[in-house]
Structure formats: C-alpha cells, structure tokens
C-alpha cells in the first residue's frame, strides 16, 4: 500500500538555525498538508499545497514558514530562525481530492534547543 | 473558524465491550466532511472512518460507526468488540477547507 514518508524522523537544531522538513506524498495525490502536534496537546493544522501553490494556511503559518515542492515527488517544509515552541511533532500528508481522506506521514519530531 | 470539541480526555473499555466517544463541532459550512483519526503509541495517524455531512446515513467500517446528528452537531464514534490494538489517542475532526481536530481522547482497552 502506497505512503507518506517523511525524513528525517527527529531533528534536533539550536534556536535561530534553519530547518526543512521533507516528506513524500503518496504519488497520485494532489494536495498537500503540514501540520503540527505540540507533545500533549492536539494536532494542528498549518498549511495546504495545491496546483504548486498554497491553497489555505493557519494563524500559525507566519512569514517563519515556507513550503515548496522542488521537484515532482518531495514537499518540504521550511522553519527560519527556529524558536523553542517550535518543538513539536510534525507531520506531512497528503489527498486524492478535498474531503477526501488524508493519509499521513509518520512525521518529524523537532527539537530545538 | 471551526471548533472541534472532544469532552472525554480519557476512556477505558473492557475487551470486547462496546465504547462510545463524543464529539461536537462548530461550523458555518454547509459543506463539510467529518473524520474520526487514530493516533497509536507509534504516533502515526490512521484513518478510522470518514462522513460526508450531505449525508444522512451514518458511516461505518467494520466494528466502527458514527452517529451523526447534523442539527446537534455531533458525531460520535462507537467501537463494538473492542480489541486491545484500538489503545490509541482517538481524534476527532472536521474540514471544509481545513482540518480542525479536537483535543483527542485516550482510549485504554482492558484485557
């Protein structure tokens, strides 16, 4: 069964430094989320990538934030000058269609130091 | 905005018993999709079982099903003959253009 995979598993970075995220959507797929998970708390929707384009994003998708798709298969996510509430899970996933089901990656956990 | 309400932080079911878990929502769409999601101590999130909010018939999967109350806003997730592998986090969520997910409940299954 095709799936979302993301590298690396755990990332650890010092406050200011750079980070990208990648992940792999499953290959059909034509939308593409990132969202984030604070240990214990729920999990939060930040972005939606769309025709190489973002179609929607949250309050938390600040200018710290970019996505890109470089190439036809990887969507990354970009955190600048990373801060320590950035710590957090994040997961990549991705949709045959809007409302469809979303299928998830096994995410990336972030710690920033 | 939407908001996804899950008032049961915690539950815990005995094997094979039946479980029910709550949730309610808030949104202004008329369209919308809703999700229950399962979150394993592996942390990866698994679609449990999906309701499009057109319609009136409840979903279900297997031993899931949802009752699916449009007017009330509800839509609650039951379990039959749990097993010990549903131990999970159980998210609930609802998406017009985007996802918003409730705070998660817990559910321990007992042996």
């Known amino acids: 069964e095709p799936e979302v995979t993301q590298t690396p598993s755990h990332q650890v970075t010092q406050m200011g430094q750079e980070v990208i995220l990648r992940c792999v959507p499953i290959s059909n797929h034509l939308y593409f989320y990132w969202y984030r998970q604070i240990l214990g708390q729920k999990v939060e929707f930040l972005v939606s990538?769309?025709?190489?384009?973002?179609?929607?994003k949250s309050e938390i998708f600040d200018d710290q934030f970019s996505v890109e798709r470089p190439d036809g298969s990887n969507f990354t996510l970009k955190i600048r000058s990373t801060k320590l509430e950035d710590s957090a899970m994040y997961f990549c996933a991705s949709s045959w269609e809007v409302g469809y089901e979303q299928y998830f990656g096994p995410g990336t956990r972030l710690t920033v130091t | 905005a939407q908001t996804v309400t899950q008032s049961q932080p915690e539950m815990s079911v005995q094997e094979a018993e039946t479980v029910t878990l709550s949730c309610t929502y808030d949104?202004?769409?008329?369209?919308?999709?809703l999700f229950w999601y399962k979150q394993p101590p592996s942390r990866q999130m698994i679609l449990v079982i999906r309701q499009e909010a057109y319609k009136q018939q409840n979903a279900t999967e297997n031993r899931f099903s949802v009752n699916f109350q449009k007017a009330a806003k509800s839509f609650s997730l039951k379990i039959s003959d749990s097993q010990l592998g549903d131990t999970a986090m159980y998210f609930c969520a609802s998406m017009s253009y985007q996802f918003y997910f409730g705070t998660g409940t817990s559910l321990t299954v007992i042996p």
């Open positions: 990538f769309y025709n190489n384009e973002i179609s929607e």
């Open positions: 949104t202004s769409e008329n369209n919308y999709y």
